[in-house]
């Protein structure tokens, strides 16, 4: 089974708005609301951001939030700030296993 | 507070194994899986598989089954992660992270192990 699809890149200025997707099928995205988003900073250990689709973990700002429509699930950074600039992943359960997506890189204009 | 501490960097000769660990503390152990992830230069996360410590069962990515055995020793709140037949495409950043169900995606990370496959 290959990764969930996220976009490679996307980018924002200081105090905007942005939404990363996350593709998955059927089987996965679409059937569990178990839905995780992970920051990456490179050569640091992720930290999740949100869980459950829409759940934010205790100490994670509230400028992030998730969604999911369908088979994509839908990450939405509020307020954009330059420590926000990381790698952003998305997690799904599968019915067997986990599988990520691709990652997308937030650049921080 | 939770940590998850793992072993050294390796450096291994194609065929070789690796084994690399991850000791637990600030939490009860035995309740909360362990995932192993990886990301090879470049690439983004790959999930391996995950280890339940209370009773050893185990579940691999159908990718790594045959090749990647996880185990635990309760006594000292470890888990390791040995990767059999390496090859080159496995130079990577190994991370151990955990999780309370099997389903869920995990909530705490350690900072990685990094194996370097090379002759």
């Known amino acids: 089974q290959s990764a969930l699809t996220q976009p490679a890149s996307v980018s924002g200025s200081p105090g905007q708005s942005i939404t990363i997707s996350c593709t998955g099928t059927?089987?996965?995205?679409?059937?569990?609301?178990?839905v995780s988003w992970y920051l990456h900073h490179p050569d640091k250990a992720p930290k999740l951001m949100i869980y459950?689709?829409?759940k934010r973990p205790s100490g994670v700002s509230n400028r992030f939030s998730g969604s999911k429509s369908g088979n994509t699930a839908s990450l939405t950074i509020s307020g954009l700030q330059a420590e926000d600039e990381a790698d952003y992943y998305c997690?799904?359960?599968?019915?067997?296993?986990?599988?990520f997506g691709g990652g997308t890189k937030l650049t921080v204009l | 507070q939770v940590q998850l501490v793992q072993s050294g960097a390796e450096v291994k000769k194609p065929g070789a194994s690796v084994k690399v660990s991850c000791k637990a503390s600030?939490?009860?152990?035995?309740?909360?899986?362990i995932h192993w992830v990886r990301q090879a230069p470049g690439q983004g996360l790959e999930w391996m598989g995950v280890?339940?410590?209370?009773?050893?069962?185990?579940t691999y990515a159908q990718m790594f089954q045959g090749r990647v055995t996880m185990t635990r020793d309760t006594s000292t709140s470890t888990v390791y992660m040995e990767v059999g037949s390496l090859r080159s495409e496995d130079t990577a950043l190994y991370y151990c992270?955990?999780?309370?169900?099997?389903?869920?995606?995990?909530?705490?990370w350690g900072r990685g192990t990094l194996v370097t496959v090379s002759s």
């Open positions: 280890i339940h410590p209370s009773g050893g069962s185990t």
């Open positions: 600030g939490y009860t152990f035995t309740s909360y899986y």
């Open positions: 997690c799904s359960y599968t019915g067997t296993r986990m599988i």
């Open positions: 992270a955990r999780s309370y169900y099997g389903t869920s995606g995990p909530d705490f």
């Open positions: 459950e689709v829409n």
């Open positions: 059927s089987s996965d995205v679409g059937h569990y609301d178990l």
